[in-house]
């Protein structure tokens, strides 16, 4: 398993590099659109929803997507931040109250807010992709290569020290000695960034991001909680079955959903002020 889970990453990583680096700017919308879609699908599975309701909420998000892509397009910058702004609030709001709170008290919501819900998850986190390629490919990788560093450390710390349970009623394989894992492995990854790029410390942007790196591990822990306690409520091990050795795509991108948005929320305040 761990093999085929290997490969399929390495499969993602090139794909996803040759369409950062080789798409244009509309292309590279049209891939983010399409990763959106899929998300949506795999969350109308795991929300329950029939199909005239998955197809509706399919079909939303698609129009969500759709609807900022041409806003985008056609809008200055200073008009962006306007839209991108609240946005970006309001998956904040979702991330640091909202989902530490339904996962304390276990909520099983109805049907209208985890439409909602899915909504605030996936569009946000398709525009913060979009919003951090348009202003630099690698501050986009550099962000995602910090998550993927906690999500990697995560998995070897808690298979080899694992004995506490960070959330057992939640995720029972999850542990705090993984936590420590992501933690020291997440600062291994800025002191080799750091000391190859020593300029970065210079660079607004990205100083502030580097200074809070163990804030994004708890927001990657948040978002990859809150799918494993949905994939509980909906009696499912994994999102879907597209990618072989990982699950669906939500299983991927779950610690995304809670840190690209706030980490585009947090550029984009910092290019205003």
Known sequence: MLKLRVMTAVVLLVLFLVALFALPEFGWI??????????????????RFDGGKARLFWGLTLLMMLGLAWFDLTSTPAQQAVLHLPIYAVSALLWLIVV???????????????AFTGWVVLVPTGLAIMDLRAIDPWLLIFVMALVAAADISAYFAGRRFGKHKL?????????????????????????????????????????????AAWWWVGLAVIGDLFESAIKRQAGVKDSGTLLPGHGGLLDRIDALTSTLPLAALVILLQQLS
Request: hydrophobic content about 60%; charged content about 5%.
């Open 30 to 47: 049209a891939f983010v659109i399409v990763v959106v879609a899929q998300g949506a699908a795999e969350w109308a599975r795991l929300a």
């Open 100 to 114: 530490p709170t339904w996962l304390m008290t276990g909520w099983r919501a109805p049907a209208l807010v985890m």
């Open 167 to 211: 959330a057992p009623s939640i995720s029972p394989g999850k542990t705090w000695e993984g936590v420590a894992g992501a933690m020291a492995g997440v600062t291994v990854y800025i002191v080799a960034v750091w000391s190859l790029h020593p300029t970065l410390g210079q660079h607004g942007i990205l100083s502030i991001l580097l200074l």
